[in-house]
Each structure stands twice: as structure tokens, then as C-alpha cells.
């Protein structure tokens, strides 16, 4: 068995982690992405307040990691999302349902104390399955 770093070009990580493992099953791929969050500015704060812009800026940055490896949102075969307030479902949800249109994944969404990233209100993280 196989297992690739995919690190798309100038990702900008703080930490030892890698943004996603690609791991050769034989016939198909396994993609597991790490949690993704908003951009962040200068001073580590996220780039925006908005959970809406949050959320389809990390949608976003999801589908360039899987395109680096080789995957499409549409093969995304689990997501989990973490919001710091459960009460954005509501805002958070159509954006969901609109990029996983096709994939319908398995999906976990919970509420979390806090996150890494001063300012961030949701992260993400998914596992994709693609044939060769």
C-alpha cells in the first residue's frame, strides 16, 4: 500500500500535519482531507467574520486539495463539519447542500468550544473515494 502527501502549491499550514493523505487501495484512491478552515490574515484571525463567506471560502480551498489529488468534491464520500455555533446550520446547510448536490455524503455537523484559528466559526474535514 501506498501513501502520498498531497500538499497543494503555497498552502500555508502552521504545524506538522500534511492538508490531506492519499492512500492507493489497488483499484481506487482513499483521500482523507485534514480539517480545513477560512484563510487567515497576518495575524492568525480568519480572513472574514462572515459564516457564509467561511464556509464557501473552505468548500473552496476542499475542492483545490482534492483536485491536487486527483478527487472532486463529487467523490467526497464523508464530510464532518465543526461549528463554533450550532444555530449557523441554518446558513451553513444550503452551502453543504449545494456542493455535495451529487456526492451525498455521510455527515457528521457538531457544535465545538473553539478552534485554532481566531475568528473561525466552522471547519471542515472529508474522506473522498476515487477509481484509477
Same mark, same amino acid.
Given at each position: #500500500?501506498k501513501i502520498e502527501n498531497?500538499e497543494?502549491k503555497g498552502? +500555508?499550514?502552521?504545524? +506538522?500535519?500534511t492538508? *490531506?493523505?492519499?492512500?492507493?487501495?489497488?483499484?481506487?484512491?482513499?483521500?482523507?482531507?485534514?480539517?480545513v478552515? %477560512?484563510?487567515?490574515?497576518?495575524?492568525?484571525?480568519? *480572513?472574514t467574520?462572515?459564516?457564509?463567506?467561511q464556509t464557501?471560502l473552505?468548500?473552496?480551498? $476542499?475542492?483545490?486539495?482534492?483536485?491536487?489529488a486527483? *478527487? &472532486?468534491?463529487?467523490? +467526497? +464520500?464523508? %464530510?464532518v463539519?465543526?461549528?463554533?455555533?450550532?444555530?449557523?446550520?441554518?446558513v451553513? &446547510?444550503p452551502i453543504? %447542500?449545494e456542493?455535495?448536490?451529487n &456526492? #451525498?455524503?455521510v455527515?457528521? #455537523?457538531v457544535e465545538?468550544?473553539?478552534f485554532?484559528r481566531?475568528?473561525?466559526? $466552522?471547519?471542515?474535514?472529508?474522506? %473522498? #473515494?476515487v477509481e484509477k
Amino acid at each position: #500500500m501506498k501513501i502520498e502527501n498531497i500538499e497543494p502549491k503555497g498552502y +500555508v499550514k502552521k504545524g +506538522v500535519y500534511t492538508p *490531506a493523505k492519499k492512500i492507493d487501495l489497488g483499484d481506487s484512491f482513499l483521500i482523507f482531507v485534514s480539517g480545513v478552515q %477560512a484563510p487567515k490574515g497576518e495575524f492568525n484571525e480568519v *480572513a472574514t467574520e462572515d459564516i457564509k463567506e467561511q464556509t464557501k471560502l473552505v468548500f473552496e480551498e $476542499i475542492k483545490s486539495i482534492l483536485e491536487e489529488a486527483g *478527487a &472532486s468534491i463529487d467523490d +467526497v +464520500v464523508k %464530510a464532518v463539519i465543526y461549528l463554533k455555533d450550532i444555530n449557523d446550520f441554518e446558513v451553513v &446547510s444550503p452551502i453543504r %447542500a449545494e456542493y455535495f448536490k451529487n &456526492s #451525498m455524503p455521510v455527515s457528521t #455537523m457538531v457544535e465545538v468550544g473553539g478552534f485554532v484559528r481566531k475568528g473561525s466559526k $466552522i471547519e471542515i474535514e472529508v474522506t %473522498a #473515494m476515487v477509481e484509477k
